[in-house]
């Protein structure tokens, strides 16, 4: 499992986690609603961690400007 996010959509899915989590802990969302908002933090803070988005992989999307291989490097080995 390659990463596929960047720091900067870590950065903004941590940031997200963080806010839906303050959210349903200060009861400002209640109900389905706020199952869902925690649940969605749940998940994006996972994949922050991670760094690894599956919806990404599905759509061929990479934030990730590392190069995980060297491209014409011609080496058989």
């Given at each position: 499992m390659k990463e596929n996010?960047?720091?900067a959509d870590k950065i903004i899915r941590f940031?997200?986690?963080?806010?839906?989590?303050y959210l349903y802990y200060m009861e400002?969302?209640?109900?389905?609603t706020a199952i869902l908002a925690l649940l969605l933090g749940v998940?994006?803070?996972i994949t922050a961690i991670a760094g690894y988005c599956p919806?990404?992989?599905?759509?061929g999307i990479s934030t990730n400007k590392k190069k995980s291989q060297q491209?014409?490097?011609g080496d058989i080995f």
């Open positions: 996010m960047g720091t940031t997200a986690a963080l806010v839906l989590a400002l969302v209640t109900g389905a998940v994006l803070f919806l990404y992989h599905i759509l491209q014409g490097r």
